[in-house]
């Protein structure tokens, strides 16, 4: 076997990489040093069950799931509006399951006071109204130049 490696074949990382290196490991450090403070008033095996739990429904639900959308929506949608529909799903995925809780009430506590007892159905559904007007705006602008090509 003959070795064809070459300095060329040496990776490279640009600019990008250290950037997002610089700014990447101080916030990683700081997470972890936020949860060793906090252990101690931990209960870690209720911290254990949501990290890795968290970590599985990820890659073995949602991340197959926005897989399978995504591919759905190249099959069905025409390609000038594919990528805004795809992000649309997405950024609406998102503010649906960050907002979950909230508009579920999950931590409402009788008579007490609380953000908690704001509408944030009708929140989530303006957000949704305005990520769908933003990829509306976008589909049209692509067909329009799409046309005049």
Do not use: K
């Not at 949501?50 to 991340?63: E, I, K, Q, R, Y």
């Not at 509408?119 to 007007?133: F, N, Q, R």
């Amino acid at each position: 076997m003959t070795d064809h490696s070459t300095p060329d074949d040496v990776p490279t990382y640009g600019v990008g990489f250290w950037a997002g290196l610089a700014l990447g490991v101080p916030i990683v450090a700081y997470g972890v040093r936020g949860v060793l403070d906090a252990l101690p008033g931990v209960q870690l095996t209720s911290f254990l069950r949501w990290f890795l739990g968290g970590a599985l429904v990820h890659d073995l639900v949602l991340a197959p799931l926005v897989c399978v959308l995504a591919w759905g929506v190249l099959r069905v949608v025409p390609a000038t509006a594919a990528g805004p529909v795809q992000g649309a799903l997405l950024a609406s995925g998102v503010v649906g399951l960050v907002s979950w809780p909230f508009v579920r009430g999950y931590g409402i506590t009788p008579g007490e006071p609380s953000f908690l007892s704001r509408d944030y159905t009708a929140s989530v559904l303006s957000i949704w109204a305005a990520i769908w007007a933003i990829a509306a705006v976008v589909i049209v602008w692509r067909s329009f130049n799409a046309r005049r090509r």
